[in-house]
Nanobody
Framework: QVRLVESGGGLVQAGGSLRLSCTASGLISRIYAMGWFRQAPGKEREFVAV????????YYADPVKGRFTVSRDNAKNTVALQMNSLKAEDTAVYYC?????????????????WGQGTQVTVSS
């Protein structure tokens, strides 16, 4: 099993920045990719970004390209999501997820483990 714990959410004004962190514990060796998803009230959970745990390759959803950056600290078993130029439409609960499958997927069904989520609220 893999346990994921997110932190760093909060309230920020539009145009501001936040940095989310996700710390993994347990059977880390089984993880191929770490992804970030978000879910706004009344909407489906949607893909934000994903990172290849060992190689560092990344892939982003179009709405966040150029504004969000995903990075890793393997020594700390942590993945971060730096969010800049935040917009009101970025308001959501943000989840990190871990996948054992060897693919940088945007599909939530391909992720095996999930964190509890952290709230990000952007005021306009």
């Amino acid at each position: 099993q893999v346990r994921l714990v997110e932190s760093g959410g909060g309230l920020v004004q539009a145009g501001g920045s936040l940095r989310l962190s996700c710390t993994a514990s347990g059977l880390i060796s089984r993880i191929y990719a770490m992804g970030w998803f978000r879910q706004a009230p009344g909407k489906e959970r949607e893909f934000v970004a994903v990172l290849d745990w060992s190689g560092g390759r990344t892939y982003y959803a179009d709405p966040v390209k150029g504004r969000f950056t995903v990075s890793r600290d393997n020594a700390k078993n942590t993945v971060a999501l730096q969010m800049n130029s935040l917009k009101a439409e970025d308001t959501a609960v943000y989840y990190c997820a871990a996948a054992r499958r060897m693919t940088l997927s945007s599909l939530k069904d391909e992720y095996d483990f999930w964190g509890q989520g952290t709230q990000v609220t952007v005021s306009s």
